[in-house]
């Protein structure tokens, strides 16, 4: 088993900046695929960001392209995902998960985290 869990979320402004933490734990994640994923009300979840573990390869859906960066250190068993120039549509439930397969389908990841809220006010 691979336990996420988030942090860093939280209320700020249109433009602010936010950094997501995702802590694993559990089972080697080294060979793991991490992913972040956003849930707005009355929306299906999305694919935002993900990566290799080891980084070699990322991914991003295209609205957050150049103002998100995800990011991990395996020495903290911590992926991040620093989130830039906020815009009130990026306000969601975001969710980190690990998996393998292919870097944004949804499918290739088997453990989530439990969620954590971000609000961007206009």
């Known amino acids: 088993q691979v336990q996420l869990v988030e942090s860093g979320g939280g209320l700020v402004q249109a433009g602010d900046s936010l950094r997501l933490s995702c802590a694993v734990s559990g089972r080697t994640f080294n060979y793991y695929l991490i992913g972040w994923f956003r849930q707005a009300p009355g929306k299906e979840r999305e694919f935002v960001a993900g990566?290799?573990?080891?980084?070699?390869?990322?991914d991003y859906t295209d609205s957050v392209k150049g103002r998100f960066t995800i990011s991990r250190d395996n020495t903290k068993n911590t992926a991040y995902l620093q989130m830039n120039s906020l815009k009130p549509e990026d306000t969601a439930v975001y969710y980190c998960?690990?998996?393998?397969?292919?870097?944004?389908?949804?499918?290739?990841?088997?453990?989530w985290g439990q969620g954590i809220q971000v609000t961007v006010s206009s």
């Open positions: 998960a690990a998996g393998r397969g292919t870097i944004s389908y949804m499918t290739s990841y088997d453990y």
């Open positions: 990566c290799t573990w080891g980084g070699i390869r990322t």
